[in-house]
């Protein structure tokens, strides 16, 4: 399913989010991340060493909250995630992707490039983007 464009609008515009995972027991283990649309999804980055990514490596099913400051608009993706990170990209591939997704999520471009791509190199990040199979919420 694609990104409905009223979804990637409010993506956009809005970039605080709360992300639904499964623990392996079952539970769900929710995490605050900051996002921004990237192709079909909505994407945010994280370290390889968080509970976060280990659930989803495990099981990709997820939700994600992407909501106003004021919490009073929201959408919610509801759908799977792709894991863009050393172990399943190119690094050229996961150096753009990581670019990528500061810019949705920052609204700007990075004053330092290479001082960036070192930094995420440095902390092991990957790039998660949430590609919904459902979307609901009062943005659309």
Known sequence: MSLD???REFAAENHKAVLSTF????ATQMSIVTTGPYK???AFSTTLD???LRNLERDPRCSLLVSK????GYVVLEGRALII???TASPDELRDAMRDVYR???GKEHPDWDEYDEAMRAENRATVV???DKMYGTAL
């Open 104 to 106: 949705s999520a920052a």
């Open 5 to 7: 464009p009223k979804v």
């Open 23 to 26: 623990r392996r027991d079952g």
């Open 40 to 42: 079909d999804g909505v």
């Open 85 to 87: 990170s050393s172990k």
């Open 69 to 72: 400051d004021s919490w009073w």
């Open 130 to 132: 949430v590609i919904p």
């Open 50 to 52: 968080r509970a976060k």
